[in-house]
C-alpha cells in the first residue's frame, strides 16, 4: 500500500474476506479464519500508511497491510495445528513459524490457515477433521496435496498468495492442479522451524521446504526474499537476470519405466511450446538427457527409506512406543469407524516398513541419487534451467491419488536432490483444467526460475479464473468426523467397492468362462405354435373376431413353459387350470356377443387385453399365488390380492399364468433366491436372466410369454429385457401403482424410484400395456397422440462410460447404438451428442438418492442379524439367504456413513441434472444410451459389475421414462440393446422410438 493512494489496506482485507466466503462452501478449503482480527490489523496498517514516509515504508514492511493465507502445518499463532488429526484436533500453534514471522514481519496481514492431509501425508487434501478440499476447476477432482487448501483458495481467486510446504510436490502439484504458481527453494534457504509435522532427522530437511504460492509470477521473488530472511542474500535475488543468457534444457519425462504414469499429451505439448517461445526468442535450447532420470522415484524412496524419526500419525506422546493394530485400523476405517484416514494408515505401513530396497540396493540408489545431483548441478550451471512437468496429467479424480502415487517422482525426485523447482501454469487442458510445467534450476539459483516463470506468465496469460460455464463447482460441506456415528466419504467408498470388485470380476472371469458349465449341446426348443408369434395387441383382436379362441392361446403358452422352463426355471407358482377356465369364461363372452360389431367394440373398450395370458413378476402380487420374495421364511405366503396394476390387467381382460422368479428380496442382479433357485438365460444357460425381474425376461424371452409386468428400482425391468432380448418399460415416475408389490417402503418418494412396467416381445403391444397399467394416470401420458419420430430429436452421450470405475462399455453395445444413431441419421432425424453436468457422478448421485429413503425393506429387520456367522453359513451353505443379500444389505447399511450435508450436496447435483436433462428433451427429444455395459452376464459375475447398473439407476434416481430396445445379437449369439429415455411424462415418445426400432433391426428373436 501507498501513501496518498486511495486503496486502502482494510477494502483490500473486507473484498478477500467476502470472495472467501464465497467460494469456500464451495471448495472447503479453510480450517479457521482470523478476519475479525485481520480486519483491525487493516485499519492500523492504513493508519501507519497515512502518518510515514512511504520510503520508510518500502524498507521496513515492504507488504504493508497485505492480505495472505498460510497452510495449517506451517503454526500461525493462535491457529490450529492439528495437522488434520483427530488426536490433535484443539491443539494451536503458540508462536508463528519462521517463514510466517518473516512475512508478518514485512507487514502481511494473514487471513486463515488452510486444508492439508492427515499429518500431511497425502497428495490429497482431505481428513477428518476438515473434509475435503475440491479443485475450483472442477469439482470432481482434487485440489493436490499437501499445500491443497492453498491451491485451492489462490487458483479460485480468494488468495493473493499463500504460505505451502513441500516435501514431496506438496507446493508445485497443488499449484498445477489450481493452475497458479509455486516455488520450491533450494534446500534450507527458507527455515522450516514452526512446521508440523517435523523430524529430528537432519536429511528430513533437505526434503521439506516451505515455500510461496501465489497467483502472479511477479509476487514470487518478494516472497521468497522476505521468507528467506537471513538466506536471502544466499539467493542474491536482488541480482538482475536476463533472460536471453539463460539456457534451456528440458525433458518430456523420466524416460521408460513400468512403474511411470505416461505424460499426457497436453502437458507435453505445453512444455514444447514453453520451448519453442524461448527458441523463437534467440534462447539456447537442448533435450536433456540425465544419467538414472529414469530410476527417479527409485532415488526419491531411497533418500526416504533412509530417514529415521519419520513423524507418524500413531504417535502417542504419552506411550511413544504404543504400536497399533493395523488390521483394526484398516477395518475401522473400512467401516467409517476409525479416527484416521486410509492414506494416513497407508503411509504409516510405508514409512514402517522401510524395507523397499536391501541394504546394498540401498546404498546403490544413494550414490546414484548423489551422481545425479551432482550431474545436474553441473549441467545447469549458474545460467540454466531445466523444464520438466510437474505431474503427468492435469488435476485427477477425487481418489486417484492412491493408483497414481508414481506420479509424484516428478516433484519428489528433485526433493530428494535438493534443488530449486518453480511451478509454472501454461493455459488449460481440453477439458478446462489447469496444466503447467516446472523449472528447475541448480541450488541457489532460485532466481534463474523465477525469471523464467515471469517470462512465461507474459506469453502465456499465467493464472486464469475457473469458468462457471466450463466446470461448474457444487458445494461439498465439511464433513467432520463422529465417533458415536460413522462419517466416511461415500465416493470412497462407492469407487473403492466398484475397484475392489471390478479387480475381482478381472480375476473370476477366465474361471467362470472355463468352469461355468458346458454350453448347450441341445438346441433350444423351436417354437411350434404359430400362435406363440403373435403381438398380445393382435391376439385379443383375433379372439374378439372368432379367429382365435382365448382357450388355445392359453393352453399353447401352458404347454411351452412346460417345455421351457426345466431349462429356464423361471416359474415359482403356476394357475394353469384356473388360467383355462378364466379362457374358457372369455370365449363365452365373446361368443355372447354374436358378432355384433357395436356389441364387439364395446368389448374392446371395457377388456381390450381379454383373453390373453399374462405372466407377472411374483413380487408384484396376483391373489392365491406365493408372495415369498425369495425368502424362505415367508415360503408359505400367499398374496391376498391382486396388486393394483395386476388388478387392471385382468380387469381388461388379461388372464395371469403364473408368478415368476426374482432374487431374494429383489436385492440382487441375478434371479437366485433359496425357494426357487436360479433362474437361467434361455439364449445361454450358463448366463443370468439378470434381475430382479429375471423370471419375466426368461420367460418373454424364451417365448413362454407374450408379456408380462416387472418392477424397475435400479433396471430390474430393464437390464433383464437387455439379457434376454425383448422390451421392457420403466414408466416416468408415479405413474403406475405400485399398490401390492413386495417389498416396499413406507418412505413417501419410494414410488419416484420404484416403478412398475410392461415387458414384452413386441414394441407394438408397450402402449395398450402401459395405458392399462397406469389407470387414471395414463391421460398425464397422451398415449393415443400421434407421433412423427422424423421429426424428433436424438441426443446421445457424448462419453459413453460413466465414471472412473464404471464397468468398460463392451464394443457389440458401442456398436448397436452407433447402428441405431446411424439408422436415424440415414433419415434426416435430427441427432446431437449432449455431454450432461454430472452425468459421469450417476454412481453417486443415483447410489445417494436410494440411500436418502427411510424405512428400506431389508430381510434382516428383525432380528438384527450377526453378519459374520451369516456369511460363514452362506460358505458353508447352510443360510437361508443368498450371499447377494448380503452383500446387498452391507451396502445399504452404508447410508449411516453418509452424514445429512453430504446428501444435500449430490441431491442438489441429482436436481440440477434433472432440469437439464427436462429443458433438453423437453417435449420432442429422447436420449438414446446403454442399458447396461455388457450382453447377458455369466452367473455370478454381477460382483464384479456392481457399476454397470447405474446406466439404468441414474435413470430410477431422475424419476424419467426409459424403454430398453433389442437390437440383434453379438457374436455369441447374446441380445443387445439400448435404452431410450425421454422427459417426464413423455413415455409415448420413448415406445415410438421402440416401434421405429424394431422395424428396423427386427426386435425379439427367438432362442436358437
Known sequence: MEAGSNL?????????????????????????????AAIEEARKADVLISETQPLWLIKNYPLLGVPFTVKESCALRGAPLTGGSLARKGVRASVDGEAVA??????????LVSNTPEYCLNWESYNHVTGRTLNPYDNRRTAGGSSGGEGALIGSGASLFGVGSDVAGSIRVPAHFNGIFGHKPTAGAI?????FPMSTDEKFARLLTVGPMARYAKDLPTLLHIMAGPNAARLRLDESVHTKDIRILYAEDMGFNLGHIP??????????????????????????????????????????????????????????????????????CALGQSQYSLAGIMFYVIFALKNFFSAEALENYMELAAGLRRQMIETLGTDGVFFFPTYPTSAIRHYESFGHIMG?????????????????????????????????????????????????EAAFGGWQAPNSRRKPIIIERRIAYNPSRPSVAMELLLRLVALILRVVNLLLEPILARFGGPPRTEPFPVIQNELLRVPATELAERIRQGKARSVDV??????????????????????????????????????????????????????PLLGVPITVKESCSVKGLALTGGVVRRQNLTAEEDGEAVGRLRKAGAIPLLVSNTPEYCMAFESYNNVTGRTMNPYDPRRTSAGSSGGEGALIGAGASVCGVGSDLAGSIRIPALFCGIFGHKPSAGIVSIKGHMPVCTDAHFDQYLSLGPMCRYAQDLPLLLEIMSGPNASKLRLNEP?????????????LDLTVNAVPIAPEIRESLRSA??????????????????????????????????????????????????????????????????????????????????????RLMEAELKQEFTDKLATDGVFLMPSFPKPALRHYESFGHVTGFMYTMIINALGFPSTQVPLGFNRDGLPVGIQVVAGPNQDRLCLAVAQELEKAFGGWKSPK
Open 8 to 36: 486502502r489496506s482494510e477494502d483490500v482485507v473486507r473484498a478477500y474476506i467476502d470472495r472467501i466466503r464465497e467460494v469456500n462452501p464451495l471448495i472447503n478449503a479453510v480450517v479457521e479464519e482470523r478476519f475479525g
Open 102 to 111: 518473516h512475512l508478518k514481519a514485512a507487514g502481511c496481514i494473514p487471513l
Open 191 to 195: 527455515s522450516i522451524d514452526g512446521h
Open 263 to 332: 505424460v499426457d499429451d497436453d502437458i507435453k505439448m505445453a512444455l514444447y511450446r514453453a520451448v519453442k517461445y524461448f527458441k523463437g526468442h534467440g534462447l539456447s535450447t537442448e533435450r536433456a538427457e540425465f544419467e538414472h532420470m529414469a530410476e527417479g522415484m527409485e532415488l526419491a524412496f531411497s533418500v526416504l527409506q533412509s530417514l529415521n524419526d519419520v513423524p507418524s500419525i500413531f504417535h502417542n506422546p504419552d506411550n511413544p512406543k504404543a504400536t497399533p493394530s493395523l488390521m483394526v485400523e484398516l477395518v475401522r
Open 408 to 456: 509424484v517422482g516428478y516433484t519428489m525426485l528433485f526433493n530428494s536432490l535438493g534443488l530449486p523447482a518453480t511451478h509454472v501454469p501454461l493455459g488449460l487442458d481440453r477439458n478446462g483444467l489447469p496444466i503447467g510445467i516446472q523449472v528447475v534450476a541448480a541450488p541457489y539459483q532460485d532466481r534463474l526460475g523465477l525469471c523464467i516463470a515471469r517470462e512465461l
Open 554 to 607: 392359453v393352453r399353447a403358452y401352458v404347454l411351452r413353459i412346460r417345455e421351457v422352463n426345466p431349462l429356464i426355471n423361471a416359474v415359482v407358482e403356476e394357475r394353469f387350470e384356473d388360467a383355462l377356465g378364466e379362457a374358457a369364461e372369455a370365449d363365452e363372452r365373446v361368443a355372447a356377443c354374436g358378432g355384433d360389431r357395436e356389441a364387439l367394440e364395446q368389448l374392446a373398450k371395457s377388456c
Open 787 to 799: 407421433i412423427n419420430v422424423d421429426k424428433l430429436k436424438i441426443y446421445y452421450p457424448q462419453k
Open 821 to 906: 444413431l446411424k439408422y436415424f441419421q440415414n433419415k434426416g432425424v435430427y441427432t446431437e451428442p449432449l455431454n450432461f453436468r454430472y452425468f459421469c457422478d450417476s454412481m453417486q448421485i443415483a447410489s445417494n438418492s436410494l440411500q436418502t429413503l427411510k424405512d428400506v425393506p431389508n430381510v434382516f429387520a428383525s432380528p438384527k442379524p450377526n453378519l459374520f456367522w451369516e456369511l460363514v453359513k452362506v460358505v458353508v451353505r447352510q443360510s437361508e439367504h443368498t450371499f447377494a443379500t448380503i452383500f446387498m444389505y452391507l451396502l445399504s447399511a452404508s447410508k449411516a456413513t453418509v452424514n445429512e450435508k453430504n446428501r444435500a450436496r449430490y
